[in-house]
T-cell receptor
């Protein structure tokens, strides 16, 4: 069953703790993304990666970090520096842009992080 | 800067009525536009993209470069269309996608 797997589905964290959200895909996609979804604000891009060992900051990268050591995996760490980390986090992947234009995003089921 | 706006947070229509979800964008180049949909308890998924020029589940969207709009339309709404709809833009040079804030469509019986 091909797709994107995010874990955990729900996560609780105390203030001051770092937490890492997992995202794994078996679609052989080169590009992977992390979005944050807040009510009334839609999806905001945190980080994205087009190739292994390379990634770019999105619009709201402060307080987050990522790594891309394997094509299949793109974990997101929410650090204690993130001022308002309680949110729903979505991971997505796509093949990279080709001659036919931008490619479709495939999304995971999401991870809900709550800071206590 | 790239930006996508969806002026309606919530849109309620009766079953069988026409529906139009508005999307406007700001981008100086030639973007690609998409509509994504999230049904209750399901993942966010692509509904349609402007370069495909196709109708999906009765929905169509036309890119109007003069008005910088990409409104989503359906002539006769169905209850199963109730969902969260996001308009998204991809710039013609990059790999990222910019999403609007979303519109929740509620189709009443």
């Amino acid at each position: 069953d091909g797709g994107i797997t995010q874990s955990p589905k729900y996560l609780f964290r105390k203030e001051g703790q770092n937490v890492t959200l997992s995202c794994e895909q078996n679609l052989n996609h080169d590009a992977m993304y992390w979005y944050r979804q807040d009510p009334g604000q839609g999806l905001r891009l945190i980080y994205y990666s087009q190739i292994v060992n390379d990634f770019q900051k999105g619009d709201i990268a402060e307080g987050y970090s990522v790594s891309r050591e394997k094509k299949e995996s793109f974990p997101l760490t929410v650090t204690s520096a993130q001022k308002n980390p309680t949110a729903f986090y979505l991971c997505a992947s796509s093949i990279v842009r080709g001659l036919s234009g931008a490619n479709v995003l495939t999304f995971g089921a999401g991870s809900r992080l709550t800071v206590l | 800067a790239q930006r996508v706006t969806q002026p309606e947070k919530l849109l309620s229509v009766f079953k069988g009525a026409p529906v139009e979800l508005k999307c406007n964008y700001s981008y100086s180049g030639s973007p690609e536009l998409f509509w994504y949909v999230q049904y209750s308890r399901q993942r966010l998924q692509l509904l349609l993209r402007h370069i495909s020029r196709e109708s999906i589940k009765g929905f169509t969207a036309d890119l109007n470069k003069g008005e910088t709009s990409f409104h989503l339309k359906k002539p006769f709404a169905q209850e199963e269309d109730s969902a969260m709809y996001y308009c998204a833009l991809s710039p013609n040079y990059g790999q990222n996608f910019v999403f609007g804030p979303g519109t929740r469509l509620s189709v009443l019986p």
